[in-house]
């Protein structure tokens, strides 16, 4: 599996993988999205979520995969600090928003910014036209935050606050997903990169969760928390998984903007399982995004 990977590397059977790999982290993205800002608080079942794929990754990268060659370690340091911000600033944002405020600014600021990063770092050139998607893309973004601040209701009193979190959580998610592209293209195996992120990753997030479960007046039972935390963490190994070997097969810009196509997924979620009230305006905007992005990817 790893050879035939590192074969296909930058030829257009390595394209169509990533295409395929962004666009299943984008429908699985949406469900942990959903599943952290879901029954529990945001910050115990990202806690619960944390602690499971960490105890699934650790035989792994222990006995597994072959080991972090020397110089992945401060690679490993810088990504454990990136990650651990960006999980503090999307916790915060779920307990400011609604996940259909919240979710698409956070997942369609990442991509403009990841693009802009990809240029610098990686070379990556977009044509006319995909810049147009990526404008689309925006459009949608902006329009759905004019909406929120104009005709949302519910939590009037936190809603800057929500949209502001949601940006900066937005850069974040670009800095993580640019800075995992070069991670997982810094070593030799992309599953020893993958075994010993998902272990490292997990560490903190679990302490965090359990002093807040501690401190509550009426804490939850752990067996539906902890539940859904190993459903979580299936699903954070597929989504997040799926997203950085896309981006070490192919463009790192075009899988991040191809993966927002999650926002749709995330309105039909946030419509039927959450039970938000979503509209035609915002499901609208929301597909605009998904539009700029398939635009990003048919002028590529």
């Known amino acids: 599996m790893t050879e035939w990977l590192i074969s296909i590397e930058g030829t257009?059977?390595?394209?169509?993988?990533a295409l395929a790999l962004a666009l299943m982290a984008a429908f699985l993205h949406a469900v942990f999205g959903a599943?952290?800002?879901?029954?529990h608080d945001p910050w115990l079942t990202r806690g619960a979520i944390d602690a499971s794929y960490c105890a699934m990754a650790a035989p792994f990268a222990?006995?597994?995969?072959p080991w972090p060659e020397p110089h992945m370690w401060p690679i490993f340091g810088a990504v454990w600090v990136i990650h651990m911000i960006y999980k503090l600033l999307q916790g915060w944002a779920y307990t400011k928003g609604a996940y259909t405020v919240v979710y698409p600014v956070v997942r369609g600021t990442g991509p403009l910014f990841t693009v802009v990063g990809a240029y610098f770092i990686f070379d990556e050139v977009f044509t006319a036209t995909q810049w147009l998607g990526v404008a689309v893309l925006v459009a949608g973004i902006f329009g759905l935050a004019v909406y929120n601040l104009i005709y949302l209701t519910a939590a009037r009193d936190t809603l800057n606050a929500a949209l502001g979190l949601a940006v900066l959580t937005g850069?974040?998610?670009a800095l993580y997903t640019t800075y995992d592209a070069y991670g997982i293209r810094a070593t030799a195996n992309?599953?020893?990169f993958l075994a010993w992120f998902f272990m490292i990753d997990g560490i903190a997030m679990p302490f965090i969760a359990a002093r807040r479960w501690c401190r509550m007046e009426n804490p939850p039972d752990l067996g539906p928390l902890m539940q859904r935390g190993v459903i979580g963490g299936f699903v954070a190994f597929l989504s997040f998984g799926s997203i950085m070997l896309a981006t070490r097969l192919d463009k790192v810009g075009e899988a991040a903007v191809l993966r927002e196509t999650s926002t749709v997924f995330a309105a039909l979620i946030g419509w039927l399982v959450l039970k938000e009230t979503v509209g035609p305006r915002r499901i609208a905007l929301m597909a605009l995004i998904a539009v700029g992005a398939v635009i990003v990817e048919m002028g590529g």
Do not use: D, N, S, W
Request: net charge positive; aromatic share 14%; charged share 15%.
């Open 12 to 17: 257009e059977t390595g394209h169509q993988a």
């Open 35 to 39: 599943l952290q800002k879901g029954r």
């Open 62 to 65: 222990l006995f597994v995969v």
């Open 171 to 173: 850069i974040f998610v």
């Open 190 to 192: 992309p599953f020893t």
